[in-house]
């Protein structure tokens, strides 16, 4: 199974928010097209028809368990789980 596949699917299961790496949640939402603005240590994402700003801040290696939880709520409102 591909790195992708893997962090998608974990995202996607919600057993381990704490445990998706920062730079893996990155490249899964650039990957469905986001946009990427950096300002300091905030990783803003945006993409076209999505009402949702992502602020992405890095805990470590591990991205911020509430901002996986966001990712997941976005990805399921707008059905970016089969895009890529």
């Known amino acids: 199974?591909?790195?992708q596949e893997?962090?998608?699917e974990d995202v996607l299961g919600g057993k381990s928010d704490a445990n998706v790496r920062f730079d893996d949640l990155r490249n899964l939402l650039l990957?469905?097209?986001f946009k990427e603005r950096t300002r300091g240590s905030h990783h803003l994402l945006s993409r076209r028809g999505v009402a949702?700003?992502?602020n992405l801040q890095r805990?470590?290696?591990?991205a911020k368990p509430y901002q996986v939880r966001?990712?997941?709520r976005i990805m399921l409102k707008y059905r970016l789980a089969g895009e890529e």
């Open 59 to 62: 805990d470590g290696s591990h």
């Open 31 to 33: 990957s469905f097209g």
């Open 6 to 8: 893997r962090v998608q």
């Open 1 to 3: 199974m591909a790195r």
């Open 70 to 72: 966001q990712v997941r």
């Open 52 to 54: 949702e700003r992502v």
